[in-house]
């Protein structure tokens, strides 16, 4: 008796198989693409709910969504401002034992859905002397050691290119308007390049080195999987983190301040992206 074809096989059949779960689970999604634009916002981290600023319609937990490789938290589905939003508050990682296509999962079943804009929040430690714990940085590019990519195996041609351009993976007219209501809201916004790696170690001090001296300013073990999935079935990116720790490159590093400033950062995180959205972050660029 012939077995399904895995769909995390890097062959035509498995990569079918991935595609039919995507639109199976893109097509469960409530009336994603009956407004248009829709936005996502991705969490990774403990963030409250953007779209308790607007109106939800439905939350759904993620084991409702048919091969959706997460077993816990929701989707929800609503409105902030005029803007449809589509909001998970969990993602999936690398080093959890997930494979690149699973990672990248999420992504491509909003993408899917039509969604068109993506938000990602993720938590990063700082290698750079003037940003330090607690601090906001508006991603500008990224680096990939994490060892793998889900654009590889053969290529979804209805989903993007087999070569995608990246080089502006965060798009430059969001990251203005993330400034400009920064500058707004009087939040202060780092900005920087992030190192992403696989983990779950915590970095040795070389490594904290290595990135510095790369050109990176923050490390973390998230965020590339998503970009690199967005960016192949060209929705608009821009992602933040909160930085919760400021490593040693060199010269000592500052004590690090109590809990209450990395909750002031994910008050600020919120504010930023709620003021974002609720503007219309999808507006003519």
Do not use: C
Not at 104 to 125: E, I, K, N
Not at 203 to 212: G, I, K, P, Q
């Amino acid at each position: 008796m012939p077995t399904a074809p895995n769909p995390s096989a890097l062959t035509a059949d498995g990569t079918a198989a991935y595609k039919q779960q995507v639109d199976a689970a893109a097509a469960a999604l409530p009336d994603v693409d009956t407004a248009a634009p829709t936005v996502a916002v991705v969490h990774d981290t403990d963030l409250a709910p953007i779209l308790q600023e607007g109106r939800v319609e439905r939350t759904i937990p993620h084991t409702d969504l048919p091969h959706y490789p997460g077993t816990s938290g929701t989707l929800t589905v609503g409105t902030l401002g005029e803007t449809r939003v589509v909001e998970l508050d969990q993602t999936l990682h690398l080093y959890e034992g997930h494979t690149p296509r699973e990672v990248a999962f999420p992504v491509r079943m909003l993408a899917a859905a039509g969604v068109d804009t993506l938000f990602l929040t993720a938590t990063a430690g700082s290698v750079a002397a003037q940003a330090g714990r607690g601090d906001l940085m508006l991603l500008t590019d990224h680096i990939n050691f994490q060892g793998q990519n889900p654009l590889v195996g053969p290529n979804v041609d209805a989903w993007g290119p087999r070569f995608p351009d990246m080089t502006e993976p965060y798009d430059a007219a969001l990251r203005r308007r993330a400034s400009d209501a920064a500058r707004s809201e009087g939040i202060s916004l780092r900005k920087g390049i992030y190192l992403g790696l696989l983990g779950p170690h915590r970095e040795t001090m070389a490594e904290h080195r290595m990135a510095h001296r790369l050109g990176a300013d923050a490390v973390g073990t998230g965020v590339v999987p998503e970009v690199l999935a967005a960016r192949h079935m060209d929705l608009n990116v821009m992602a933040l983190a909160l930085l919760t720790a400021q490593h040693r490159t060199g010269g000592p590093v500052a004590s690090s301040p109590d809990g209450t400033v990395l909750q002031t950062g994910r008050s600020q995180m919120h504010r930023l992206l709620a003021t974002l959205i609720g503007g219309d972050a999808t507006e003519s660029r």
